[in-house]
C-alpha cells in the first residue's frame, strides 16, 4: 500500500496568513493526488484534484502543487471559513489511501 | 443539484450485519464509479471499496480491512449504491461516507453525501 504522510499534523495562524501543507507519498504516484477539506460535523469537500487542478467553486486562494512523491497545498490570505481540517489522498493504485490530516487553527 | 443521500446506520452488535444505502440525484449514476469512505469516531478517512459502472463489469475493490465481511452493489435503474457488512467488528464503528469518483482524468472524489453512523457494540 502507498502510505500518505502529511506535515505538520497541526498549524496555527492567523486571518491573512499564507500556509503551506505537505503531503509525501512512499512511492511514486504521478500527479494522481487530490486534496480534501473538512469541517467539524460535515463531510469531506473535494478542493484540488490532478495534483493542482481546482474543483469548481473553490476559490483561487488555494492551489496544489507536485508530482511524483511530494506535493504541497498552499492557502493564501487565509479567511475565516478555511479553518478546517485537511487531507490529502492518492488515487494512483489500489487501495486508495489517505493522509492522517492537518488540523489547521485559529491562532 | 448532485445529491448523494445515505441511510440504514444504526447499533449493531458485533458479529451482526447491516446494509447501507445511498440514493444518488442529479446527474447520471451510471457514468460513474462509486465508493465507500468511512471515518472512526476523531479519527482520518478511510476508505472502503469501490463499484465499477458497468463497461467495466460493475467491479469491485476493496481495502483490505473489509475484504471477504463487506460487498458494494449498486441499482442504476434505481440510481442507488449499497454496502453490504456482514461479520461486524467493533473496529468498524464509523461514520460511513457514500461518494462519487470523478470521471475522465481523475478519479478523485468529487461528492460525498453527508455520511451515515455505524456502532458496533455489545
Known amino acids: 500500500d502507498i502510505q500518505m504522510t502529511q506535515s505538520p499534523s497541526s498549524l496555527s495562524a492567523s486571518i491573512g496568513d499564507t500556509v503551506t501543507i505537505t503531503c509525501r507519498a512512499s512511492?511514486?504516484?504521478?500527479?494522481?493526488l487530490a486534496w480534501y477539506q473538512q469541517k467539524p460535523e460535515k463531510a469531506p469537500k473535494s478542493l484540488v484534484y490532478?495534483?493542482?487542478s481546482l474543483e469548481s467553486g473553490v476559490p483561487s486562494r488555494f492551489s496544489g502543487s507536485g508530482s511524483g512523491t511530494d506535493f504541497t497545498l498552499t492557502i493564501s490570505s487565509l479567511q475565516p471559513e478555511d479553518f478546517a481540517t485537511y487531507y490529502c489522498q492518492q488515487y494512483g493504485s489500489y487501495p486508495v489511501t489517505f493522509g492522517q490530516g492537518t488540523r489547521l487553527e485559529i491562532k | 443539484e448532485v445529491q448523494l443521500v445515505e441511510s440504514g446506520g444504526g447499533l449493531v452488535q458485533p458479529g451482526g450485519s447491516l446494509r447501507l444505502s445511498c440514493v444518488a440525484s442529479?446527474?447520471?449514476?451510471?457514468?460513474?464509479?462509486m465508493d465507500w469512505i468511512r471515518q472512526a469516531p476523531g479519527k482520518g478517512l478511510e476508505w472502503v471499496g469501490r463499484v465499477r459502472k458497468k463497461p467495466n463489469g460493475y467491479t469491485t475493490e476493496y481495502a483490505a480491512s473489509v475484504n471477504g465481511r463487506f460487498s458494494i452493489s449498486r441499482d442504476d435503474s434505481t440510481y442507488s449504491l449499497y454496502l453490504h457488512m456482514n461479520s461486524l467488528k467493533t473496529e468498524d464503528t464509523a461514520m460511513y461516507y457514500c461518494?462519487?469518483?470523478?470521471?475522465?482524468?481523475?478519479?478523485?472524489?468529487?461528492?460525498w453525501g453527508q455520511g451515515t453512523l455505524v456502532t458496533v457494540s455489545s
Open positions: 512511492q511514486g504516484i504521478s500527479r494522481s
Open positions: 490532478g495534483a493542482s
Open positions: 461518494v462519487r469518483v470523478k470521471t475522465g482524468v481523475a478519479y478523485n472524489f468529487d461528492y
Open positions: 442529479g446527474f447520471t449514476f451510471s457514468d460513474h464509479y
